[in-house]
């Protein structure tokens, strides 16, 4: 089949066969079909649909185009932790030592952040001497050791999606439900986990700002997860302010460390607490009751565990003077009175990234040391000339770089703003 055929077929608004779909992108991974000829395709999956058979079948081929990870050999419930990527999203450093700490097997590859939205990778990294690149021996050896691990993601997984997603990059291609769902389930797919829990966040800090498009890509999921034969649980989180207190690298390692010893109790607590509750649930297990575990002091000591495994220091967990920190803080104050309202979330990430916490573009190095920390959540009442936040920064161009975008990320409004849900949806109700 010709590779014009193919593109043919997908600009026409006809279906795809699977051996169509097998020789396409096998011709493409052995260089005998161009990225421009895939780009041309990618725009045609785009703007004319793929469906569930469609959408299995790319899947099945990101899949089959890299080594699968066998977790068979390995003791106890596997679970596999994922999130669509947010401002201040520490959840994960939160709940995986907290499941971990229940007896599940909780192994996570994560990746960097690129853009508004942080990645876990980045913040670990934070910790002096921690790793977080590992063979596949290597990260299977950690998870039978503590019980956890929060490593990159293996080059040999599913090498296709990641020649498929820069192309999508750059061809306005990215917001495509159908190969969002399949870059997300194919490296699922390829870790054998016994379940794969997803958070799809939601809202003006989000790259889905629709509810109704979440359902639709939480069912792209759910159909691939069961053709798959693989077990998933599914949340639609708010995104609509940043998650937590701090956005930035130390600043959101301390913020979980300080909620795994019980000090923090903001809408980034409560929702990590209703996350571990149905995730244990849907293993089959009863979740203890999570203010004793916290208070037992188990997910703390498994999250040093982790670290000591990983190379990295574990007396980060009670020093945190151990964690790279920004010179000089600026204080953030309200100018009127009223009510604090985020309106661009992505700003506030974007705020961070000026500072030197994030990349504009995948090469640029990060400072994990500068940051935002806000001392009220919105919807908060606050006075002029109370602190909204402190902005932690080692440069005056990139401070005013960074206050610029803060300028547009919230407003002061004289009505209080309506409370949202933390969960706008779940496949656990």
Not at 27 to 37: P, T
Not at 166 to 193: H, N, W
Not at 332 to 340: C, I, P, T
Request: charged share 25%; with cysteine.
């Amino acid at each position: 089949m010709l590779p014009q055929e193919f593109i043919r077929v997908k600009r026409d608004g006809e279906k795809h066969t699977r051996d169509s779909m097998k020789e396409f992108f096998s011709q493409y991974l052995n260089g005998n079909v161009a990225d421009y000829q895939v780009s041309a395709w990618l725009m045609a999956a785009f703007l004319k649909g793929l469906d569930d058979e469609e959408t299995f079948w790319l899947t099945e081929q990101i899949v089959n185009s890299g080594e699968k990870l066998d977790l068979s050999d390995i003791d106890g419930i596997k679970v596999d932790k994922h999130s669509s990527g947010g401002v201040g999203d520490k959840v994960s450093l939160a709940i995986v030592p907290l499941l971990a700490s229940t007896g599940l097997v909780v192994s996570k590859m994560s990746g960097r952040g690129l853009g508004h939205t942080g990645g876990t990778i980045d913040k670990l990294e934070s910790i002096p001497g921690l790793r977080t690149e590992f063979s596949t021996e290597e990260f299977k050896a950690l998870l039978r050791r503590v019980g956890l691990a929060i490593v990159s993601q293996s080059e040999s997984l599913a090498p296709l999606d990641k020649k498929l997603y820069s192309l999508r990059d750059v061809t306005a291609t990215v917001e495509s439900l159908p190969l969002i769902a399949s870059s997300i389930m194919s490296k699922k797919i390829a870790v054998g986990s016994d379940l794969v829990s997803l958070d799809v966040k939601l809202g003006n800090g989000a790259f889905i700002t629709n509810l109704e498009d979440a359902k639709e890509l939480c069912r792209f999921m759910m159909s691939l997860a069961e053709q798959f034969g693989r077990k998933v649980e599914i949340h639609v989180t708010d995104m609509n302010e940043p998650l937590g207190s701090s956005i930035g690298n130390s600043l959101e390692v301390i913020e979980a460390l300080e909620f795994l010893k019980g000090k923090v109790e903001n809408r980034f607590a409560r929702l990590v607490k209703e996350l571990y509750k149905d995730t244990v649930n849907s293993t089959g297990g009863e979740a203890p009751d999570v203010e004793q575990l916290i208070a037992s002091g188990k997910p703390l000591e498994k999250f040093a565990q982790m670290i000591e495994a990983q190379s990295g220091d574990p007396k980060v967990v009670e020093d945190y003077s151990l964690l790279p920190m920004a010179k000089n803080v600026h204080e953030l104050r309200a100018q009127r009175s009223g009510y604090l309202k985020f309106v661009d979330t992505k700003e506030v990430g974007m705020a961070a990234v000026e500072l030197g916490g994030g990349r504009k573009r995948k090469e640029d190095n990060i400072d994990h040391g500068v940051g935002i920390k806000f001392l009220v959540e919105g919807g908060s009442k606050v006075d002029a000339g109370d602190i909204l936040a402190l902005v932690y920064f080692n440069n005056e161009n990139t401070l005013n770089s960074a206050l610029k975008r803060l300028e547009h990320a919230f407003i002061i409004t004289e009505t209080e703003p309506e409370e949202r849900p933390l969960i706008w949806w779940s496949s656990y109700q």
